[in-house]
């Protein structure tokens, strides 16, 4: 006869095989019929299901309620209380931790993108733009600078850097968060995003190979802090820029209103002020994709993609006295005209010869 700590065993070890069982099955079965059957979750999941990421499970991203072991655990028990103890549905956010979480995620299929990404200027960190002397003791640190840097960041500036002043030497609050990207993939990229996966083209006929692909529609958006949302870059505002003659004619690529959120002019719109960058001079209406190239923004090969070996003076274009060719050049490539070079007109083209 079973005594009562034997049923009691017993019991829980049943509890204990099912919630196992329930939990495997949960796990393998189809987002559709699991994920989304939250409804906080059911929007995110019908954007997964339109995006070119929808040959994805979610816990390949998002992992699973044991993937960090009891932290993971605990953390998904806790959505589950806090659903039942606030009033209403809300959204689900991810925090700036999980967001670097899904970062290493990205990172594993988009491994070119990601060694790019960390060449170039947006893969800063925290402590290479917050505690920046120059900057610093010329502007102080400010509740704006959030807005590009360090988007996710749940708190304030007081919250992160002190002090908040001109008067160093500033550190962050919290030491350990200095080696952080302040810009990382989710600041222009969204995983539930529409889009097609990549597939094979239809080699029958070559000819019509670049006919046939659907048009490629712009990936990049911008994440606004204070809404706490992605803004597709055709969904935001077309900028009207001023310079010395009227307004400046902007590029027909979208995806430039998405660089202008951070690299932005004063409250005026002049042109070239601010944090600026937008093509004038000979440059006028370029595409900042251009010259920099996607992830990593180099620039260095840009010339020869529209510039021959000679240019109409007879000179190589990179050897010309620009920023380009030198940073300290006083002819900002970003500026520059004819006349900065050719204070006395534009010479003649040479002939070469054979």
């Known amino acids: 006869m079973k005594t009562s700590a034997q049923r009691l065993s017993l019991i829980l070890l ?6 196992i069982v329930l939990y495997v099955a949960w796990s393998s079965a189809a987002p559709q019929s699991a994920c989304a059957g939250c409804h906080e979750i059911e929007s995110s999941s019908t954007l997964w299901a339109q995006s070119g990421h929808r040959d994805f499970h979610c816990r390949e991203c998002h992992g699973t309620a044991l993937s960090n072991g009891l932290h993971s655990l605990g953390e998904k028990a806790m959505m589950v209380v806090r659903h039942y103890a606030r009033p209403g549905p809300g959204p689900v956010r991810l925090t700036e931790a999980q967001v670097l979480e899904v970062m290493g995620a990205c990172r594993r299929c ?11 200027g947006h893969s800063a960190t925290y402590a290479s733009i917050f505690l920046n002397r120059d900057h610093n003791s010329r502007e102080q640190p ?3 600078c959030l807005r590009c840097h360090g988007m996710f960041f749940g708190g304030t500036i007081e919250d992160l850097v002190t002090p908040v002043s001109t008067m160093g030497p500033w550190r962050l609050l919290d030491s350990a968060r200095g080696a952080l990207p302040v810009i990382p993939c989710l600041a222009c990229h969204q995983v539930h995003r529409a889009g097609m996966p990549a597939a094979a083209a239809d080699y029958t006929d ?17 994440y606004d802090r204070y809404e706490k949302a992605h803004i597709e870059a055709a969904r935001l505002p077309a900028l009207h820029i001023a310079g010395d003659s009227g307004s400046v004619r902007m590029a027909e690529d979208v995806r430039d209103r998405v660089c202008v959120q951070c690299h932005a002019p004063n409250a005026f719109r002049t042109a070239g002020s601010g944090d600026d960058r937008t093509p004038r001079g000979v440059h006028e209406g370029l595409s900042c994709l251009a010259c920099h190239e996607n992830h990593s923004n180099e620039p260095r090969r840009s010339c020869r993609n529209c510039h021959p070996a000679l240019s109409n003076c007879g000179r190589d274009v990179t050897t010309m006295n620009t920023t380009y060719f030198d940073p300290r050049s006083g002819n900002n490539i970003h500026s520059v005209r004819c006349i900065d070079c050719h204070a006395r007109g534009i010479p003649a083209r040479r002939t070469r010869r054979n």
Not at 14 to 19: G, H, K, Q
Not at 206 to 222: D, G, M, N, Q, T
């Open 142 to 144: 400010a509740p704006d």
């Open 110 to 120: 988009h491994g070119a993108e990601y060694a790019r990404w960390m060449s170039g």
């Open 14 to 19: 049943c509890l204990c095989a099912a919630v």
């Open 206 to 222: 070559p000819k019509k190979i670049f006919y046939a692909a659907p048009p490629e529609v712009p990936s990049v958006l911008w």
